[in-house]
Structures are given as C-alpha cells and as structure tokens.
C-alpha cells in the first residue's frame, strides 16, 4: 500500500500549487484522508481532511479561505489546491490516510497510512 504525493515545488508568494495523492494497493473509498505538513524544526501539523464520501471537509485555521481538499474515490485520489501561498506555508506536505473505515476527525492519532512528503516552498 502507497501513497504518492505529487505537485510539489517552488512558488513566489501569493501563487498557487495543487498536490495530488494517488494510493496503490488499496482503495481508500471508505476512510477520511487528508494532509498534514511539518516544517523544519516544528511538529507535524494538520492541514485538511476530507470524510470518505467526500461530504465533510476540515481545514486548520491558518489555510482556511486560501486551501481547498478534494477527492476523486473513482481515481483514489486525493488534491489539496493551495492559493494564495505564504512563506509561512513552506513544508514537507504528508498525504494520510485514516486507519480505520466511516470515520472523519482525521488526527494524527488516527492516521494509518502515510505519504513519503513532498515539498513546498514559498518564496517572499
């Protein structure tokens, strides 16, 4: 079972990246996912999560109105649109998957399956 994270990069202050999450060997039709990010010297923290259906989203406060998460059960997939990008934001990006099934609240506590992390990086 993997989770690639793809969409990554460089971008100026103010631009726009989507990041893309692509699971394998599995679908994950049935469990929340989401994105957590960690940046140098700093806890990983959330950032979106998304219920299995698609139908609830979740989003930290630092990128509500700038991040949208999205789904596609079709493709197991799963975006993060990121607009209006700040330095601040500069992180490796994790896409997670929640462990258990039905479930939304998407903590750490709670993820079972993890991306290998992409970067972003914000330049002011």
């Known amino acids: 079972v993997q989770l690639v994270e793809s969409g990554g990069g460089l971008v100026q202050t103010g631009g726009s990246l989507r990041l893309s999450c692509a699971a394998t060997?599995?679908?994950?039709?049935?469990?929340?996912m989401g994105w957590f990010r960690q940046a140098p010297e700093k806890e990983r923290e959330f950032v979106a999560a998304i219920s299995w259906s698609g139908g609830r989203t979740n989003y930290a406060d630092s990128v509500k109105g700038r991040f949208t998460i999205s789904r596609d059960n079709a493709r197991n997939t799963v975006y993060l649109q990121m607009n209006s990008l700040k330095p601040e934001d500069t992180a490796v990006y994790y896409c997670?998957?929640?462990?258990?099934?039905?479930?939304?609240?998407?903590?750490?506590?709670?993820?079972?399956?993890w991306g290998q992390g992409i970067q972003v990086t914000v330049s002011s």
């Open positions: 997670a998957a929640d462990g258990a099934s039905y479930r939304f609240d998407l903590q750490v506590g709670r993820v079972g399956f």
């Open positions: 060997g599995r679908t994950f039709s049935s469990n929340a």
